[in-house]
């Protein structure tokens, strides 16, 4: 444990932005998942919607720090790729 204020303080506002970063991610990782689950049970207007909002979670994780830009864009890419098939057979 540190003796210095600063560092304590440091170790506190880490573990909050830890605890915040996780949370982000994990809404993020839901999302993702959400929008796959819609496009596999081949409901295309469930899947529109599920993919806006990973896209939308995706943009800010972006902004936020979390994952790079190209991680998002590859996964908005491969979503949208899913969901454009599924709109094609229906």
């Known amino acids: 444990m540190p003796n210095i204020k600063s560092a304590v303080k440091r170790v506190n506002t880490s573990e909050k932005r830890r605890a915040l970063n996780a949370s982000q991610k994990s809404a993020l990782r839901t999302a993702v998942k959400a929008a796959d689950q819609a496009v596999v049970a081949t ?17 800010k994780a972006v902004i936020k720090g979390l994952i790079h830009k190209n991680a998002a864009s590859r996964k908005k890419s491969r979503l949208a790729k899913k969901l454009n098939a599924l709109s094609a057979q229906a």
């Not at 529109?48 to 896209?55: D, E, P, R, V, Y």
């Open 43 to 59: 409901d295309v207007e469930a899947a529109k919607a599920a993919l806006q909002l990973a896209t939308k979670k995706l943009d």
